[in-house]
């Protein structure tokens, strides 16, 4: 079988062949291009960040690598059709995936281990609700969440009682650790039978790749971050991404998708047109690496890189995803992102 993040590149292509209601605009797709590469050039990286210093994982490598396993597990569904999931630690306001990591930091600051597989194993779904509660409401599938903790924490703790080893043993390849992820843990395992040929498999992974992007992310590339493959992963499809990429005009929906989108309908998990939304997001950002890195020459790379921009998937998935913070406004004016409940994304 072929790498992971390959399955994905793959089902990508093959969804766009056949898709229907989502489509990759050739004009869009090089304006959006253009964009990119001159944000790249004249920005750095660390501009892009959104300081979120003091939500951020903590502690020794073992705390943040369990940490950020705990993030990417629950690293799902922080929309409602209500209100916002928003949380407010230390006088600031974080809403959606921030309201979540401001939850974790919250409960971690009160001194509850939230984060450590030998707490969250045995964890009541009450007790979770309490401890990642939001101004108002609750926090979205907590009875999913509390299921998927109890799985991959008693794995865990079968294992140890900590992610860092099984990252270790992967010696820097996030195909290796991608693949023991979905193969230790069923939650992450993120494929569905085609919609378009019957007897297909399609791939998207989003929360075992983001995982060991995260890693390499927070730990600057180094220690349990020190990928060698990083260039391997593609985007993570999720229900934000393809949002941006609809405002850059880099994809287009069909009238029917735009109608049930601006109606704020859910779409069937696992159908045809969320294989077709994510599949094309995915092909999208390959198509926009590969036009970006022909844009920049050898000249223009080493001036990215000095800006401290390595051109691969998981950093334009990046900027696009904290694009939809710092363009908040123009994005969910262009389109609302579409609706799905799934533990997936
Ligand atoms: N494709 C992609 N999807 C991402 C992220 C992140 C955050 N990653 C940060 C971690 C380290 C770096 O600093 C990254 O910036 C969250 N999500 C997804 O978004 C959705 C929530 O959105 P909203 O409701 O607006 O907060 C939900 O599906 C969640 O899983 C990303 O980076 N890429």
């Not at 971050?225 to 609809?246: C, K, S, W």
């Not at 926009?288 to 223009?300: D, F, M």
């Not at 990215?304 to 710092?326: C, H, M, P, Q, T």
Request: net charge neutral; proline share 4%.
């Amino acid at each position: 079988m072929s790498l992971p993040s390959q399955r994905v590149r793959d089902s990508a292509i093959f969804i766009c062949s056949r898709a229907e209601h989502v489509s990759i605009q050739t004009e869009g797709v090089q304006k959006a291009a253009d964009y990119l590469t001159s944000e790249v050039l004249s920005l750095s990286c660390n501009e892009t960040q959104l300081g979120d210093a003091d939500i951020d994982p903590k502690g020794s490598d073992q705390d943040r690598t369990d940490w950020i396993f705990f993030i990417s597990a629950l690293n799902f569904c922080f929309w409602r059709s209500d209100t916002i999931y928003l949380v407010v630690f230390r006088d600031r306001e974080y809403s959606g995936y921030r309201g979540f990591c401001a939850a974790v930091a919250r409960a971690v600051q009160a001194g509850i281990p939230l984060y450590r597989p030998e707490f969250y194993s045995q964890i009541s779904e009450a007790r979770l609700g309490e401890l990642l509660k939001p101004e108002v409401g609750e926090i979205p599938l907590c009875m999913k969440r509390t299921q998927i903790l109890r799985e991959v924490g008693s794995v865990l703790c079968e294992m140890g009682g900590s992610f860092l080893p099984l990252v270790l043993s992967c010696q820097g390849s996030t195909q290796r650790l991608v693949s023991s992820v979905l193969d230790k843990f069923p939650s992450f395992r993120d494929e569905s039978p085609s919609t378009h040929e019957p007897g297909r498999q399609v791939y998207f992974y989003k929360r075992a790749q983001i995982l060991s992007a995260d890693l390499w992310y927070h730990f600057k590339g180094s220690g349990p971050g020190a990928f060698h493959d990083i260039n391997e992963l593609t985007m993570f499809p999720d229900y934000r991404v393809p949002q941006v990429l609809y405002s850059l005009g880099a994809i287009s929906y069909s009238p029917e998708l735009m109608g049930i989108i601006k109606r704020g309908q859910q779409l069937e998990a696992g159908g045809k047109i969320e294989q077709e939304l994510r599949g094309t997001s995915v092909r999208c950002v390959e198509v926009l690496k590969e036009l970006i890195i022909a844009r920049l020459g050898e000249v223009g790379l080493d001036k990215a890189r000095e800006n401290g921009w390595e051109i691969n998937s998981v950093s334009l998935d990046y900027f696009l995803w904290r694009y939809s913070k710092r363009e908040r406004i123009k994005v969910e004016t262009s389109v609302p992102h579409h609706r799905i409940i799934t533990t997936f994304y």
